[in-house]
């Protein structure tokens, strides 16, 4: 008995030896593909998009249907910064920040859904998988003086939630799982890693990091449902969860701030990537609470297409160019009414 147990000991070991050699010597094999592979760690924001990134290749629908992609970004990490050359003087601004929706690596460059304002802005757009809304602030710090935006459109997930209250993170079923900055209660800003101290040393290695999250999807794939998790208690209890309510003074504190920095010289408008409740219904209260224009999740129009599938990218969250297409159309039309504006797009 205690030969076996060697015995298989002695190949566990081997394997996670050889797996841990194949890693470091064929890294390409174990990070994620392109065009998912776009963070590089940063002191300030935890992470940010790769300079001068591109890709060219293919993409899926929910549908299972291929397109083509081919993108690039900035030396700065936006995905659109034109130049003063590209636009006359009297051109309105709108920068668009925000998450893995507004960074849109799953389209081509033109196709993104901030891309249909271009016949009435100069479009500046920055986002970063994963960002929650302090991130979205620095980055906001950082260039609206080089800008001077019109309008400032922050892209809402309502994962931004989770994002941006450390305890909601530490127990989600999805995190980035990477030091982030979170705003403390005094209204400091604190860095933390909110991975538990288990995976914090499965991360240590490169291939059990990537047995683990292939763990992690399988899960997700089969519909585990985890009975414990920052999401599922949000649904359940809202706002008699501890931690969400905790997130909800969070973030309409990140709004408010938002606002004063860029308020009067620019409008700011809170538009939401999804719809799912409470967090949907949270966002919008605080929005009207504290006098920002909000633009909900176009869900009649999205359903109402989805029939065909080809709304949403192979991972059923994402948009490909189709759903660009509707929430572009949305964002435009919506502005136009809101700030009586006049476009040909």
């Known amino acids: 008995m205690k030969t076996k147990f060697f015995i298989l000991l002695f190949n566990l070991l081997l394997l996670l030896f050889l797996g841990e050699v194949a890693s470091r010597l064929f890294p390409t094999l174990f990070d994620k593909p392109p065009p998912f592979n776009t963070a590089i760690l940063d002191d300030t924001l935890g992470w940010c998009q790769k300079p001068n990134y591109k890709f060219k290749g293919t993409q899926y629908t929910l549908g299972k249907k291929p397109y083509k992609v081919k993108l690039n970004f900035q030396e700065n990490g936006f995905r659109c910064f034109p130049k003063a050359s590209e636009g006359p003087d009297t051109t309105m601004k709108v920068l668009v920040i925000g998450d893995s929706f507004t960074q849109a690596v799953e389209v081509s460059d033109g196709q993104q859904f901030y891309s249909y304002l271009d016949s009435n802005f100069q479009v500046f757009a920055y986002g970063m998988a994963g960002y ?52 403390a ?115 009649l129009k999205m359903e109402s297409a989805q029939i065909d599938q080809e709304i949403f990218t192979a991972d059923g969250f ?26 040909s797009k």
């Open 132 to 183: 929650g809304t302090l991130q979205e602030k620095l980055i906001l710090e950082k260039y609206f003086n080089q800008i001077q935006p019109d309008y400032v459109i922050l892209q809402f997930c309502s994962n931004d939630f989770i994002d941006n209250n450390y305890n909601l993170e530490q127990g989600a079923s999805y995190r980035v799982g990477l030091r982030r900055p979170y705003l």
């Open 185 to 299: 209660a005094d209204g400091k800003i604190t860095y933390k890693s909110p991975l538990p101290y288990f995976e914090q040393q499965i991360n240590r290695s490169k291939f059990l990091k990537f047995v683990y999250e292939k763990f992690l999807r399988i899960k997700l794939k089969l519909g585990f449902k985890n009975t414990q998790s920052s999401e599922f208690h949000i649904a359940s209890n809202g706002q008699a969860y501890a931690p969400f309510k905790n997130s909800i003074k969070t973030t309409k504190s990140l709004l408010s701030e938002i606002k004063s920095l860029i308020y009067p010289s620019a409008q700011l408008i809170v538009m939401a990537a999804d719809s799912f409740q409470p967090q949907d219904q949270t966002i919008q209260q605080i929005c009207e609470s504290i006098d920002i224009s909000f633009i909900p999740f176009p869900g």
């Open 318 to 343: 994402h948009w490909t160019p189709y759903g660009h297409r509707i929430i572009g159309q949305n964002l435009l039309e919506h502005i136009s009414v809101k700030f009586n504006l006049k476009h």
